[in-house]
């Protein structure tokens, strides 16, 4: 069974920074369902928006252009954890993160498994 949980949400000063984490269990590289771990957030009233993914293959990283040059995105060795730092936090960066594993693409339907999200709220 897969398991997505995101941990490291909070309250955030503007230009501060945070790291979100995601634990991953049940998962498994499949070359049809499963290529790559991304991350989502939505914030009130708005949709879902894709934020960055990364390849469970060779770890390579894909942004929102929002996120070039805030956020990394990354994962450890073993595949089981993935990470995104934010940096320089913006007002605008308030939402709720999720995060996201499946084929890949910068559209949540191209991702199967999702996590229960965390609450990143930043103030001035």
């Known amino acids: 069974q897969v398991q997505l949980v995101e941990s490291g949400g909070g309250l955030v000063q503007a230009g501060d920074s945070l790291r979100l984490s995601c634990a991953a269990s049940?998962?498994?590289?499949?070359?049809?369902?499963?290529?790559?771990m991304g991350w989502f957030r939505r914030a009130p009233g708005e949709e879902r928006e894709f934020v960055a993914a990364?390849?469970?293959?060779?770890?390579?990283?894909s942004y929102a252009d929002f996120a070039k040059g805030r956020f990394t995105i990354s994962r450890d060795d073993a595949k089981s954890m993935m990470f995104l730092q934010m940096n320089s936090l913006k007002l605008a960066d308030t939402a709720v993160y999720y995060c996201?594993?499946?084929?890949?693409?910068?559209?949540?339907?191209?991702?199967?498994?999702w996590g229960q999200g965390t609450q990143v709220t930043v103030s001035s």
């Open positions: 996201a594993a499946g084929f890949g693409g910068s559209q949540p339907a191209g991702y199967a498994y």
């Open positions: 049940g998962l498994t590289f499949n070359p049809w369902t499963i290529m790559k």
């Open positions: 990364v390849s469970w293959r060779d770890g390579t990283a």
